[in-house]
């Protein structure tokens, strides 16, 4: 005797309530696409048990298919009508016609977005279709909430009204911005089939379609204190402590960091040439001095055999997974101890910090500490002034309460701060005895004594002042001298590396030049 159809109902990720029920074509599973709880989905359980328990006891088992897809998109109190559909087959009223030869309808939604996700649409309309970058996140959101509701309608037969299923389906928990997302989806897989690809007319979804975009939310960003107390926390593993603060120090995007290789980085220059990126454009700029002078550090403690084609975070380190960095990155916070508690906080118009919230980090500090929105933009490649404007607000804040810039890369990491050698060992200064890796290089300490060149503050400190003059001096022949030359030189060295670097860089360039030419730079204390 064949087993009752009683089924059994169970929950999937995200919310969703599947049925399983055993037919004569055997046991099939479907998702109750409308049901919410799981008293909704034990009576729609009930209910398409009770008829296909009919349709079996009247010999009529060959529309149990049927009547499980209709069953899989009925809302859980309007099932009436399914039950008078199979209250006239029982009766004998209803014959299941034969299918007549179709015309061919072409892909159905699932096909053709597949096409799109896997870049074969590219392959036939590459004049029209870039390649998609993030095509692994639209395939999750694609399986997730599209296919299971619209994935097997004809392209050539989908209607607004299958869209608006769609977003009624999602599960009520879902945030606006993900919501949003998957109208986006939508409306682009329908766009490109009407053009390129030519399968409809026009795109079935009016305009005002999709979801307003939602409130931003506050944005969360570390003091220099708490990122310095994160980099010098030993309990934090080494490679992450580095990643952390590249990403403040330089405003890159988390994607385009995991991808940076050793090529890309100029140590010689101090430059860093990023080709691809988020927004196809193209960029270059000057590290910041200490970021150049960690990495080189870090290279030779932990990975000196690397290639110039490896990445530069490249390791099996426990949690450098890229889509687990930011829970990681959060239990890093915790465990260096001492940070706000609103960095935590989860409320309807802020969320836990992220690994990209680093980013906001390097925005924040660097408005508030003097640095020009061009400046930044070649960093961070926003496009627009809307994007580094809604980082001003928070920028104020840092410079009302005088925070200041972050604290050097390489000084902030007690592993890479003393007694790490910045290049090969050899022979100093023409001397005859090679230098002691263990011991760091003698320094000469000079004092600039130009008086015609003019001094200028570095953040704001009036306490503390250099001469760029010695800098250009150094850098320009290797010398370690006890004065900085003629005044007129010494003035036009000034403008030469602020036109190069920036007033505001200047000094920690200086730092890094005389610190390669053996020379220790001391600063002018004003009266």
């Known amino acids: 005797m064949p087993r009752l159809a009683t089924g059994t109902v169970f929950e999937k990720p995200a919310g969703r309530w599947w049925g399983r029920f055993t037919t004569a074509q055997g046991r099939r599973a479907i998702e109750f696409v409308r049901c919410r709880t799981s008293q909704q989905a034990e009576e729609h359980r009930a209910f398409v048990a009770a008829q296909l328990l009919r349709l079996r006891d009247a010999g009529r088992e060959q529309f149990s298919d049927k009547l499980l897809d209709l069953a899989s998109k009925a809302e859980p109190g309007n099932l009436e009508r399914l039950r008078r559909g199979v209250d006239s087959i029982v009766a004998g009223e209803y014959e299941k016609p034969i299918d007549p030869e179709l015309p061919d309808t072409g892909p159905s939604f699932r096909e053709f977005a597949t096409d799109w996700t896997s870049g074969e649409l590219t392959r036939r309309f590459p004049d029209h279709i870039r390649a998609k970058k993030t095509a692994e996140h639209d395939v999750y959101r694609l399986v997730a909430h599209v296919y299971p509701v619209v994935g097997d309608i004809p392209v050539a037969r989908f209607r607004t009204e299958d869209a608006e299923l769609v977003m009624r389906s999602l599960p009520p928990e879902l945030a606006a911005g993900s919501r949003r997302q998957i109208a986006q989806l939508l409306h682009r897989v329908l766009k490109l089939a009407a053009y390129p690809a030519r399968l409809i007319e026009r795109s079935p979804l009016p305009k005002g379609f999709l979801p307003k975009p939602a409130a931003r939310k506050a944005q969360q960003w570390l003091y220099p204190e708490e990122d310095l107390r994160l980099l010098r ?202 230098q002691s890796e263990s011991e760091p290089p003698e320094m000469t300490p000079v004092e600039c004594v130009c008086g015609g060149a003019s001094a200028f503050r570095f953040q704001r400190r009036k306490a503390c002042r250099f001469d760029p003059c010695l800098a250009h001096h150094i850098e320009r022949t290797g010398e370690s001298p006890n004065v900085c030359g003629d005044q007129r030189g010494g003035a036009q060295g000034g403008r030469r590396l602020r036109g190069r670097f920036g007033a505001g860089e200047a000094l920690g360039r200086a730092h890094h030049i005389t610190a390669r030419a053996g020379v220790s730079l001391v600063p002018k204390r004003s009266s």
């Open 233 to 434: 926390c030993e309990d934090v593993p080494l490679r992450h402590r580095v990643l952390y603060g590249f990403l403040a120090r330089e405003g890159m995007r988390r994607s385009e960091t995991m991808r940076l290789c050793w090529s890309d980085i100029d140590m010689s220059r101090g430059t860093v040439t990023l080709d691809e990126n988020k927004t196809d454009d193209p960029r270059a700029w000057v590290l910041d001095p200490g970021v150049v002078i960690a990495l080189e550090r870090w290279r030779k403690l932990e990975c000196p055999k690397a290639k110039e084609s490896d990445e530069v975070f490249a390791g099996s380190d426990e949690g450098m997974d890229e889509e687990h960095l930011a829970a990681t990155f959060r239990s890093h916070l915790v465990r260096a101890g001492e940070m706000r508690p609103v960095l935590f906080q989860r409320t309807k118009v802020r969320n836990p910090i992220r690994l990209h919230d680093l980013r906001a980090t390097f925005v924040t500090l660097s408005l508030a500490n003097g640095r020009t929105e061009t400046w930044v933009c070649d960093r961070t490649g926003h496009r627009s002034s809307q994007m580094v404007n809604s980082y001003r607000r928070a920028a104020r804040t840092a410079e009302e309460l005088q925070l200041g810039p972050l604290t050097p890369l390489h000084d902030a990491i007690p592993e890479l701060s003393e007694n790490v050698p910045e290049s090969s060992p050899g022979v100093p200064n023409g001397s005859d005895e090679p």
